[in-house]
């Protein structure tokens, strides 16, 4: 089992910044595709951003190419979204997720995923 505890969440103008974190324990996750995923409300929860095991690979929605950066820091079991010049359209609930063994290319799938955080706000306000 893997627990996942994301951070950095809050309110924000249009064109802010926030840096969301999410810590993982009870399992290294070296070996684990780390993605973030968000909802919105009345919105399917849908892919933001991947990692694979190795930092080698990342992958992001188009939505959100050019402006956030995912990253991760195996040594401190930890994952982090950058999210630079955020939209009204940002806005939504952020989930971490972890999965091991991952085929890649099936990484901006939820069902692909085995653990999941509980999620955290983010407000982008206009």
């Known amino acids: 089992q893997v627990q996942l505890v994301e951070s950095g969440g809050g309110l924000v103008q249009t064109g802010g910044s926030l840096r969301l974190s999410c810590a993982a324990s009870?399992?290294?996750?070296?070996?684990?595709?780390m993605g973030w995923f968000r909802q919105a409300p009345g919105k399917e929860r849908e892919f933001v951003a991947a990692?694979?095991?190795?930092?080698?690979?990342?992958d992001y929605a188009e939505t959100v190419q050019g402006r956030f950066t995912i990253s991760r820091d195996n040594a401190k079991n930890t994952v982090h979204l950058q999210m630079n010049s955020l939209k009204p359209e940002d806005t939504a609930v952020y989930y971490c997720?972890?999965?091991?063994?991952?085929?890649?290319?099936?990484?901006?799938?939820?069902?692909?995923?085995?653990?999941w955080g509980q999620g955290i706000q983010v407000t982008v306000s206009s």
């Open positions: 997720a972890a999965d091991h063994f991952t085929t890649w290319g099936t990484h901006k799938f939820p069902g692909t995923y085995d653990y």
């Open positions: 009870r399992r290294t996750i070296s070996t684990y595709t």
């Open positions: 990692v694979r095991w190795d930092g080698a690979i990342a």
